[in-house]
């Protein structure tokens, strides 16, 4: 079993509507969690933390869910420039200390 | 100010060479990763380095594949006796600490013909 498991997609969605990602994790002592965002040929970019109580950036919530080890992230209001691929992060221990781990990535398409 | 410093942005070299690829991670942070991204997969850990802790190299695919990383600061990533599949975008990311989030560098396109 992988770490950290997203549904590749794709996700074909059209402008404005709302879409949800989950992933789960299998280390029930991960502490940290993020989003990801990787547009096509270029490098993953931080999107947002994800914290306990769960937090909202604009268009974009993050929730945490610890006991059934997942985390998601629901876009609202869909736009063509959100057609990406999302990418789930989580901390990890091992021998090196802590250090974070990528799910595959779920991807995005929004159309018009 | 500077982000994660990747060279050479692109390298084509011949099946069976040696190449060494250089990240620049940002000023201060600890940890820096390594990962290999082929067209259309996901972010493959290659090593994972924290500090002065020994390194997570557990994701190196062969032999052929080492990094160092001196003075805590920039690491190279050598590929040795490179083969066709070594082909991919090879990314670094560094951060301050192995709960944060890391910022990537544009990554190195290698093509093996």
């Known amino acids: 079993r992988k770490e950290v498991e997203q549904d590749p997609g794709p996700f074909n969605v059209p402008e404005g509507a709302t879409v949800a990602f989950n992933c789960t994790y299998s280390?029930?002592?991960?502490?940290?969690f993020f989003w990801y965002r990787q547009d096509c040929r270029k490098e993953p970019k931080l999107l947002m933390s994800?914290?306990?109580s769960g937090n909202e950036d604009g268009r974009f919530t993050a929730q945490l869910n610890r006991a059934s080890q997942y985390i998601s992230l629901l876009i609202r209001d869909s736009k063509l420039s959100d057609s990406a691929t999302y990418l789930c992060?989580?901390?990890?221990?091992?021998?090196?200390?802590?250090?974070?781990?990528f799910g595959g990535g779920t991807r995005l398409m929004v159309k018009p | 100010g500077a982000g994660v410093s990747q060279s050479p942005s692109n390298k084509v070299t011949e099946k069976g060479k040696d190449v060494e690829l250089r990240c620049d991670p940002i000023?201060?942070?600890?940890?820096l990763y390594w990962y290999r991204q082929s067209l259309g997969q996901g972010l493959e850990f290659l090593i994972y380095f924290q500090g002065n802790s020994a390194p997570d190299k557990s994701g190196l695919p062969s032999d052929r594949f080492s990094a160092e990383r001196t003075g805590g600061s920039v690491s190279t990533l050598t590929i040795q006796r490179t083969q066709q599949e070594d082909s991919a975008v090879y990314l670094c990311a560094s951060g301050t600490g192995g709960n944060q989030p890391q910022h990537f560098g544009d990554g190195t396109r290698l093509s093996i013909l």
């Open positions: 994800v914290y306990s």
């Open positions: 280390n029930s002592a991960s502490q940290s």
């Open positions: 992060v989580v901390t990890i221990n091992n021998n090196a200390g802590n250090m974070l781990t």
């Open positions: 000023s201060g942070h600890t940890a």
